[in-house]
RNA sequence: GCCCGCUUGGCUCAGUGGUAGAGCACUCGCUUCACACGCGAGGGGUCACAAGUUCGAAUCUUGUAGCGGGCACCA
């Protein structure tokens, strides 16, 4: 069999998706194991309108991590895919479409607008799913959701009816952040405060009788036509004599009385605010404190109403702000104008500053909700959140202070409200129009024409798509889910709600864990955003270096931000292409051998060196691999993987096996040795499973021996692909600390002869005698029995191995950790003066290391107070330290 | 204003109360029969700064500086 030199990942990319999806990998119900553990995740569903970005295939990416892990270790697995309607993006969207045909949504009207939603979305909505099917994402596609879908839309108004019923949701006039725009509210948590360079206006109103007058502040002139009152602190002595005093309002000729309000700071201005309850939320509370008059002077358009005066209706409200300004200027009203840095509100979506009115809207009570998630935290310490610091505070924090949530939207893309009006205006809240008319005793009634907030369906998500209300055995064994992967910029806006709504309508929390991961920044450390144009596209990186490495890249970013780095993906593409060329060798030498796992679960003092160091190896892996996964520490794993694999297997496993492997003579322990070799290879393919997809499906399938006997056995009827071979277990009996030891000094060994060569610069193809001394019995034996390997490795001519080290003077030495020395006979081409040096260096090394050491061990606190097997450790080093100095000046004196 | 995070070799980042790590970049040598997307050997960091706790601090505490982020009703 062929197999090219370099890996193409896009042939890989190819085929085995569609395979796997078609087999029903990826739903649960491969597994037949009833008593299997369960592992679900439901993923944070994207936007319908929304492409994939960097930050999508990050979260994928960890998620597929987990999810391919755990149904390798036997979990009945289920990660759910889905998608949001994501109300105003998407009805944006539309609209823009609808503008180039020269139409508003007005046009059409709401019904066949919808219609018109609905007909983008099955034409060009949910890219990312075709996205995540190159991702590699072993999403259960069965079980796909869509928050508009019927039976979600059911969980909805359920919800609704239930919390209308319990007085947790209500409609009311409240002060409201409105987008004059979108012509929509939106809650406090869609509202983007931004730092705004801009002035301070002090006006002045003249007292109603004759003489004073006071002087306000504000940074919104306009407003003032919509003013009932000036507020002063009840302890500012300047304005005392006033409170109760009548103003006259410039501009309008209305009366307005001086209240005294604790809110107002004496330090900030003139001390005196003016109130105006409809258009500044803080005016709005202090008019209710003081039953003050709700002035509506701008509109739902941002413009000048007819209260505002017959000068100014209809103005925008920047228009009337400029007008306002010249008439206190002309009436001599205005005392100064100071340049100030406040904040403004904007529309997260088009950027609109926002503008505070009084509207009649739906509201959330959050308080008994909040205690429920605040409970579970305290109680249960859920959901525990990964990194704790500082997620765990953030959120709780946000919880403590969190006000009532407006959950209405003039859309038309939602959930419209389910609620239902008389001709009277009585309002009934029910699942259906049926059961509304029902209640109302009428059939005359009109649905409320609001749509719900997107992230009212979202915070139901981790239980409406398991078929909630109904008690669906889904529900039951998925419910709760095991972890939330996000980014942490929707900790409020979505973890917090999904919490107190699975709490609230499940009683137990939506999940055990939430994995907050890091934030991919471009190289400059700025975000990737679409206005920006800075954002790298995924799917360009997975065609230059193929998705596997690519997904590496991103499992090793965590929880920390980094910056974008394509060296990094440049470098897992190498480590890829590793991954196939040891692959390759082994299969280019797999005549008559077969993957065989048995041959890894002994390790028995007959077999060489290398065989037992390489299952030990392998089995430390597994374990640290399963460790650093079970504490969500990515990068951790990728390191191990990568070294495991390009350091323990292919540097120095296939080396050092090389010969027997690829003996001309059949024998059966050359078969023996290829098949060790491909077994070893077919379990570091498992462990690198669940980050590389791709690649060890695409080789896992071409080894000889590969059949149903390798998969978990909770999925033994299956087609044999990796993905359902059972995780490496990291047994500890197979973990051969002695083995590493010795392996080590082997490895020690070479890397000294090695460095020898390259410092004394013998020719790469030369042939040297490698002299090795070695007062240790053991080490010697060590050394003899694999003296074949060291030889092959480091070009030797002959090696021999001896208690004491006898080599002509004319020798290049080393001294090893333990006290096994080595020379390497280099008769007229070794520089005496030269070797001398070298050693020198190494030994005034090692005397520096040395007076460390003693300054340690001669404190007497050292020795008192460190803990025993510390001061044994510095011990034993010294003492190996001051073995090697002296072997060393020997050498040195040797030289002559 | 309040809170939080970060500061480790040229670059991007790990890590840790007890001898400083990786990848890339750099230097030297290699067409060694899996791989030049490779092999072998090297150089390079007083872990931002200061004080403290400790037998011992790059790691813990406090403060300072720079950078980044979150929260906040100051007109």
């Not at 823009?96 to 018109?116: A, P, S």
């Not at 890219?127 to 979600?152: C, H, N, P, Y």
């Not at 007819?306 to 002309?330: N, P, Q």
């Not at 003579?665 to 070799?677: I, K, T, Y």
Request: proline residues 5%; negative net charge.
């Amino acid at each position: 069999m062929e197999i090219p030199k370099q890996y193409d990942p896009k042939e890989a990319e190819l085929h085995h998706y569609e395979r796997w999806e078609q087999q029903g990998y990826f739903a649960p119900e491969i597994n037949h194991n009833p008593d299997a553990p369960v592992f679900s995740i439901a993923i944070p569903p994207p936007n319908v309108t929304g492409s994939l970005h960097m930050g999508h295939a990050l979260q994928h990416t960890m998620m597929d991590v987990l999810t391919r892990y755990k149904r390798m270790c036997g979990y009945r697995t289920l990660w759910l895919p889905g998608m949001d309607h994501a109300g105003i993006s998407t009805q944006l969207m539309v609209s823009r479409e609808l503008k180039k045909e020269g139409l508003t949504r007005h046009d059409l009207g709401r019904e066949k607008f919808v219609e018109r939603v609905w007909k983008w979305k099955s034409e060009s909505g949910g890219q990312i799913t075709k996205q995540m099917r190159r991702e590699g994402a072993s999403v259960d596609w069965t079980r796909e959701k869509f928050t508009m879908d019927e039976d979600l839309s059911r969980a909805v108004r359920e919800v609704f009816v239930r919390l209308y019923e319990e007085d947790l949701i209500y409609r009311g006039n409240r002060i409201v952040n409105w987008c004059p725009n979108d012509q929509t509210v939106l809650s406090d948590l869609e509202v983007l405060k931004e730092p705004q360079a801009g002035k301070l206006y002090y006006l002045r109103y003249p007292a109603k009788n004759g003489g004073g007058s006071v002087t306000v502040a504000t940074t919104r002139p306009e407003t003032m036509l919509g003013d009932s009152a000036v507020a002063v602190n009840p302890n500012d002595d300047r304005y005392r004599s006033l409170v109760g005093s009548t103003l006259m309002l410039p501009l309008t000729n209305r009366e307005i009385p001086v209240v005294a309000d604790e809110f107002v700071d004496p330090e900030f201005g003139t001390g005196a605010v003016k109130v105006t309850p409809a258009h500044d939320p803080n005016d709005y509370e202090m008019g209710l404190r003081h039953d003050l008059k709700q002035v509506v002077v701008i509109d739902e358009h941002a413009k000048m109403t007819a209260a505002a005066g017959a000068s100014f209706v209809g103005l925008d409200r920047y228009k009337a702000r400029d007008k306002v300004v010249e008439e206190f200027e002309t009436l001599g009203l205005l005392d100064k104008v100071v340049d100030y840095e406040f904040s403004i509100s904007r529309c997260e979506r088009c950027k609109t500053v926002i503008e505070p009115l009084i509207s009649l809207q739906w509201f959330m009570r959050m308080e008994p909700l909040r205690d429920l998630a605040l409970g579970l935290m305290t109680r249960e310490k859920k959901p525990q959140f990964v990194p704790e610091v500082p997620y765990e505070k953030v959120y709780t924090n946000w919880l403590e202070n969190l006000r009532d949530w407006t959950i209405s939207r003039q859309l038309w893309w939602g959930h419209q409200i389910p609620a239902w009006y008389t001709k009277e205006g009585e309002v009934f809240v029910a699942r259906s129009l049926l059961e509304a008319r029902a209640k109302a005793g009428t059939d005359d009634l009109n649905q409320d024409q609001d749509v719900l907030d997107t992230w009212f369906s979202s915070g139901l998500w981790p239980f409406s798509t398991l078929g909630w209300p109904e008690e669906t055995a889904d529900l039951k064994t998925f419910y709760p889910t095991s972890v939330l992967v996000t980014a942490r910029d929707i900790i409020f806006l979505w973890v917090s709600r999904m919490v107190m709504m699975g709490k609230k309508f499940m009683n137990e929390r939506p999940f055990d864990d939430v994995f907050v991961t890091g934030t991919i920044l471009d190289k400059h450390g700025q975000r990737m955003s679409k206005t920006k144009g800075n954002g790298v596209d995924p799917l360009e990186v997975f065609d230059k270096f193929g998705v596997d490495a690519t997904r590496l890249t991103l499992a090793q970013v965590g929880t920390t931000d980094t910056r974008w780095n394509e060296k990094q993906v440049e470098s897992y593409r190498n480590f890829a292409n590793k991954i196939w060329n040891a692959a390759r060798f082994c299969l280019m030498n797999s005549e008559g051998a077969v993957v065989d796992p048995e041959l890894l679960q002994l390790q028995e003092a007959d077999q060489s060196l290398h065989d037992r160091w390489i299952v030990s190896r392998l089995n430390k892996t597994a374990r640290d691999l399963r460790q650093s996964l079970a504490g969500y520490q990515f990068h951790e794993a990728v390191q191990t993987l990568y070294h495991f694999f390009w350091d323990d297997f292919c540097d120095w496993y296939i080396e050092l096996t090389k010969a027997e492997v690829t003996a001309e003579e059949d024998s059966p322990q050359r078969a023996l040795a290829r098949s060790r070799l491909l077994s070893v290879l077919e379990q570091a393919l498992r462990l690198l499973h669940p980050f590389m997809p791709y690649i060890t499906e695409e080789l896992w399938l071409r080894l000889p021996g590969v059949d149903q006997k390798l998969l978990h056995q909770s999925y033994r009827d299956a087609e044999p692909s990796i993905m359902l071979a059972a995780y490496p277990e990291g047994q500890s009996h197979l973990i051969d600390e002695r083995a590493e030891f010795e392996m080590q000094a082997v490895i020690d060994l070479i890397s000294r002869v090695r460095n020898i060569r390259s410092e004394m610069n013998i020719k790469a193809g030369e042939r040297v005698p490698l002299l090795i001394g070695s007062p240790d019995k053991e080490l010697r034996e060590v050394f003899a029995a694999n003296k074949n390997q060291i030889s092959r490795l480091v070009r030797a001519s002959e090696v021999s191995v001896t208690e004491k080290l006898d080599a002509p003077r004319a020798s290049a030495r080393a001294v090893l950790v333990g006290g096994a020395e080595l020379a390497v006979p280099l008769e007229g081409l070794i520089d005496f003066a030269q070797e001398r040096e070298r050693l020198q260096k190494e030994r005034e090394k090692l005397i520096n290391e040395a007076a460390k050491l003693e300054a340690q061990l001669a404190n007497p606190q050292f020795a008192e107070r460190a803990p025993e097997e510390k001061v044994a450790e510095v011990r034993a080093r010294l003492a190996d330290i001051a073995q090697r100095t002296g072997q060393l000046k020997q050498s040195i004196e040797n030289l002559g």
